[in-house]
C-alpha cells in the first residue's frame, strides 16, 4: 500500500491537476483557488483509476476530492442514449447524502452527468421517478438504497466507481451488514474509495476486503482546529447548567448559538428551557424528522431560532459560515467530538468562542480532551456561579450511553480562507439510530 501524507498547503493550481475544462470551470464558479490537500493527492490518484483508503473528515474538501476526478471519469466513458448508475456513493446519512448531492450537481453543471440522491425518512415515489428517468450517480444510504433495489428500482450491476464516505460512521451506525450487501450488488471489477475520519480494526478489516493495491492518503490538519479558535472551560455545577447558559446567551446578546448536549433527551429539554426563557431554539437530533431538521436548520441560519441544540451525530458536517458562538452544554466522551464540536466556530478565518460548561462528573472527559489537544485549557468564572464541592459519588457519574471511541482529528487547512462559505447539514437519519 503507498501512503501519501499531506500536512500542508503547497501552492497548487486546480488545472495542474488533470481535470478537464467543465470541470475546472464549475470549481471556479464554487470560488475554490487553490485544491486542498486531499485534494491535491486524491484527485490525480483516482483519475488514474487506483482505489484509494483515505483518511479525512468533513472540513477537508474530500467530497470535492472524490467527486471531480469521478465526474471526468464517467464523462470521458459517458453513453447519453443508455443512462445507468455507473458510479455510487454511500454516505451514512441523508443530510450527507443531500450536500453531496449538492456538490455533485455543482460540479457537474458543465457536464451532462445526472445524479440523484436517496434516502430513508421519505416518500419513495419522488426517488422512484428520478430513478426511472436514468442517473450516472447515486449518492445513498445504505437502508433506502437497499430497500428500493429490492423492489427492483435500482439496478447496481453497471457500478464502475463506488466511493464509501464516512466509512466510520456507517459502521457506527450498525450498516456493517447492509454494506456487505450492497458490495454484493455490484459488478467484481470496479474501483473504490474509502473514506474514513478513523481507522479502527473493523475499518482496515472493512478495507481490505473490497479495496485492491489501494494507494493511502492522509490529510493532517495544518493546526488542529482548536488552536484558532478562543476557548473557555466554565467549572460550574450540573444542576446551575441551565441558568447559566441562558444568563450567558441573554448577558451576551448571543444571535447564534451552537450547543451540544451528548443526549437526544438532553437536546430536548434543554431546548425546552429555552423556550421558557424567550429564547427561540430549536433541537437537532437523530429522532426528529427530517422536516423538522430542515426547518430547524434553515431557521438558524436565517436567524429566526437563535439556539439551535444539536447531538455530536447531529452536528457532524454542520457548516455554518461565521458561526460566532458554541456551546458545550456537556462534554462530550469522546474527545475528538469536542474538536469537531468547537469546529463548528471560526469558520473560515472568522473569530469563534467555544465555551464548555464542566461539572464534576465530567472532569475524566476533560482530562482527556486536554491531553488529546496537548494543552491545558483556559477556565473562567460567571460570578454568582462558581462551583460549589464535589457531590457524592453515586451521583459522580454522568449519563452517558455510548462507548468512548478513538477518532482523527483531521480539520481543514488553510485553503478552506478563501473559500465560498456552504451550509452544510450532516444529522443521523435512515432507519437506524444510535443513541446520540
Ligand atoms: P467537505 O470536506 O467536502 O465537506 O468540504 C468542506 C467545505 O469546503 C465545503 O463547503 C466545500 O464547498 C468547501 N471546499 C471544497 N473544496 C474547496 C476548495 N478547494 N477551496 C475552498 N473551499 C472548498
Request: hydrophobic share 35%.
Amino acid at each position: 500500500m503507498f501512503l501519501i501524507t499531506v500536512s500542508q498547503t503547497i501552492y497548487m493550481s486546480f488545472d495542474s491537476l488533470g481535470l478537464s475544462a467543465p470541470l475546472l470551470k464549475a470549481v471556479s464558479k464554487q470560488g475554490y483557488t487553490t485544491p486542498s490537500p486531499i485534494q491535491q493527492k486524491c484527485i490525480p490518484v483516482v483519475l488514474q483509476g487506483k482505489d484509494v483508503l483515505a483518511s479525512a473528515q468533513t472540513g477537508t474538501g474530500k467530497t470535492a476530492g472524490f467527486t471531480l476526478p469521478l465526474l471526468q471519469i464517467l464523462s470521458e466513458n459517458q453513453d447519453t442514449h443508455n443512462r445507468k448508475i455507473k458510479a455510487l456513493i454511500l454516505t451514512p446519512t441523508r443530510e450527507l447524502a443531500a450536500q453531496i448531492q449538492e456538490n455533485v450537481k455543482q460540479y457537474s453543471a458543465f457536464l451532462d452527468i445526472r445524479s440523484t440522491v436517496i434516502f430513508g425518512g421519505v416518500n419513495q415515489n419522488p426517488q422512484v421517478k428520478t430513478l426511472r428517468n436514468g442517473i450516472d450517480v447515486l449518492i445513498a444510504t445504505p437502508g433506502r438504497l437497499l430497500d428500493l433495489e429490492d423492489q427492483g428500482y435500482v439496478d447496481l450491476s453497471n457500478v464502475k466507481i463506488l466511493v464509501l464516505d464516512e466509512a466510520d460512521r456507517m459502521l457506527d451506525m450498525g450498516f456493517a451488514r447492509d454494506i456487505k450487501k450492497v458490495m454484493s450488488l455490484l459488478p467484481k471489477k470496479r474501483q473504490n474509495l474509502l473514506f474514513s475520519a478513523t481507522f479502527s480494526k473493523e475499518i482496515k478489516q472493512l478495507a481490505s476486503g473490497f479495496l485492491h493495491n489501494p494507494v493511502m492518503v492522509e490529510a493532517t490538519p495544518e493546526n488542529s482546529t482548536a488552536e484558532k479558535v478562543k476557548q473557555k472551560i466554565y467549572h460550574v455545577d450540573k444542576v446551575k447548567k441551565r441558568h447559566i447558559i441562558i444568563k450567558l446567551i441573554k448577558d451576551g446578546d448571543w444571535q447564534q448559538v451552537l450547543v451540544f448536549t451528548r443526549t437526544k433527551h438532553g437536546a430536548n429539554n434543554l431546548c425546552k428551557k429555552m423556550l421558557l426563557a424567550d429564547i427561540s431554539a430549536a433541537a437537532i437530533h437523530g429522532n426528529k424528522t427530517q422536516n423538522a431538521r430542515t426547518k430547524a436548520l434553515a431557521g438558524f441560519k436565517d436567524g429566526s431560532i437563535r439556539v439551535l441544540v444539536a447531538t455530536d451525530i447531529a452536528a457532524r458536517g454542520l457548516d455554518i459560515p461565521l458561526l460566532p458562538h458554541v456551546v458545550n452544554f456537556e462534554l462530550p466522551n469522546i474527545p475528538e467530538d469536542y474538536v469537531h464540536r468547537i469546529g463548528r466556530t471560526g469558520r473560515a478565518g472568522a473569530n469563534g468562542e467555544a465555551i464548555s460548561l464542566v461539572s464534576h462528573d465530567e472532569a475524566d472527559y476533560l482530562r482527556d480532551i486536554e491531553k488529546l489537544l496537548k494543552q491545558k485549557l483556559p477556565t473562567g468564572v460567571i460570578e454568582g456561579y462558581e462551583q460549589g464541592p464535589e457531590p457524592p459519588a453515586e451521583e459522580k457519574k454522568p449519563q452517558n450511553h455510548s462507548p468512548r471511541k478513538p477518532r482523527n482529528n483531521n480539520g481543514g487547512g488553510s485553503w478552506g480562507k478563501n473559500k465560498k462559505p456552504n451550509n452544510r447539514n450532516n444529522n443521523n437519519g435512515n432507519r437506524r439510530t444510535t443513541n446520540k
